[in-house]
Nanobody, 121 residues
Framework: QAQLVESGGGLVQAGDSLRLSCVASGRPFTTYIQTMGWFRQTPGKERERVAVILWSAGNTDYADSVKGRFTISRDSRKNTMYLQMNDLRTEHTAVYYC????????????WGQGIQVTVSS
């Protein structure tokens, strides 16, 4: 099982940028992890996928709502994934989670505790 810890959230104003980080530990990632992703959730709504990255190849995929504004990346040497969020808007306010998916599974089995991002107008 992997342990995931997010950081970098906080309160910002509309138009600002933030970079979230997710540090992973507990297993050799290059062997077990197929994909990592960022998800977000707001009260009363289901958790939604924001962006995902194939850990080995680096291929990425984004929700339509964040394309061109958010960038997912990873540093394999540091077992760290990032989400660069630019030109933030109030609708980006949410709790952001990182998660990992191991080879052979369809679901994301390991999750971070979540980190709050609040964008004020």
């Amino acid at each position: 099982q992997a342990q995931l810890v997010e950081s970098g959230g906080g309160l910002v104003q509309a138009g600002d940028s933030l970079r979230l980080s997710c540090v992973a530990s507990g297993r050799p990632f290059t062997t077990y992890i197929q994909t990592m992703g960022w998800f977000r959730q707001t009260p009363g709504k289901e958790r939604e996928r924001v962006a995902v990255i194939l850990w080995s190849a680096g291929n990425t995929d984004y929700a339509d709502s964040v394309k061109g504004r958010f960038t997912i990346s990873r540093d394999s040497r540091k077992n760290t994934m990032y989400l660069q969020m630019n030109d933030l808007r109030t609708e980006h306010t949410a709790v952001y989670y990182c998660a990992s998916q191991t080879w052979g599974r369809d679901d994301y089995s390991d999750w971070g505790q979540g980190i709050q991002v609040t964008v004020s107008s």
